[in-house]
């Protein structure tokens, strides 16, 4: 299997001749905007990683705890910012729609910046930290409070001698349907949980009918999103990755680009001067 290319004017070659371009990103997107994964060495919240607070076995046993959690990383999002990557992306989308081309972002991140810098065509197949589910009736709702309920006010704190809030269950975010009031949860994929079929399959649509597809910032180690690039590469399309270092599945893509999303991936989508528009 020949070794990945890095060059970027024969990227270029085929990023002018694509009418569907599928861009899958990662957490090492949202890395470089300072968002904490919560994941591998000193990714910790207090003394958790993600993996043991994002289960519905660690909700059901300390909602307060999960609140506290995930209350903690919705006020974080508060002073993030879109970088540059991400707004190569929304640039390069609303662009290239003027040209009857598309541009689709499939993201496993849960932080809405994809959306805060623009983009239109965006799917969240982890779910969103600023959606919530009821655990009684299912509403799926936008929201965007701060703090989401009065008695996370100034929770969350991450030291790992902070005590934790032990609110009681009925004071935590509650669903507002005439009716329901009903326990509401994160609406995000945790882990043990099986991705939202109907994102799936629209997934799957955008990914047969791509003819380029960019894989920016994942470690290609989160299934089934890590199989998403491999099978597009399978049917001949060529896949350009755009990571810090190599992963588990470069040998399978046409182009490798290492080095920081925001660095690698402006130049590999900005305008030409041979593009209609």
């Known amino acids: 299997m020949a070794r990945p290319s890095s060059n970027l004017t024969k990227f270029r ?8 371009i ?15 994964t919560f994941r591998g060495q000193g990714g910790y919240w207090r003394k958790w990683q993600a993996q043991d607070l994002a289960t519905p ?21 508060r002073s993030k910012m879109p970088n540059p990557a991400h707004l190569a992306i929304m640039e390069c989308e609303s ?7 598309s541009v689709v972002i499939i993201t496993q991140n849960i932080d809405e910046l994809h959306h805060r810098a ?3 065509h965006v799917y969240e197949i982890h779910g969103s930290l600023f959606k919530t589910r009821c655990m009684s009736c299912g509403e799926v709702k936008a929201n965007h409070k701060s703090p989401i309920c009065p008695a996370l ?12 809030a032990r609110i009681p269950v009925d004071d935590l975010p509650r669903c507002e349907k005439r009716g329901c009031n009903g326990l509401l949860r994160p609406h ?4 043990g949980e099986t991705l939202d079929s109907d994102i799936l399959t629209a997934v799957k649509e955008e990914l047969e009918k791509c003819d380029l597809c960019l894989v920016v910032g994942t470690s290609s180690i989160v299934y089934p999103a890590a199989m998403f690039a491999p099978q597009v590469a399978g049917r001949g399309v060529p896949v350009a990755e755009f990571n810090m270092e190599c992963t588990s599945a470069t040998k399978r893509f046409k182009y490798h680009f290492e080095g920081p999303c925001g660095t690698t991936l402006p130049p590999a989508l900005e305008r030409h001067e041979n593009e209609a528009i």
Not at 157 to 164: G, I, Q, S
Not at 188 to 191: G, I, M, N, P, T
Request: proline share 4%; aromatic share 12%.
């Open 13 to 20: 070659k085929e990023f002018d001749k694509a009418k569907h």
């Open 22 to 36: 599928a861009i899958i990103t990662g957490a090492g997107v949202s890395a470089e905007s300072g968002v904490p």
């Open 57 to 77: 076995e660690a909700f059901s046993r300390d909602p307060s705890l999960v609140w506290e959690f995930y209350h903690y990383r919705r006020e974080v999002m």
């Open 95 to 101: 662009r290239l729609s003027q040209q009857g081309r």
């Open 118 to 120: 623009g983009s239109k």
């Open 153 to 164: 006010e100034g929770k969350g704190e991450p030291d790992r001698n902070a005590k934790d």
């Open 188 to 191: 995000v994929v945790w882990f």
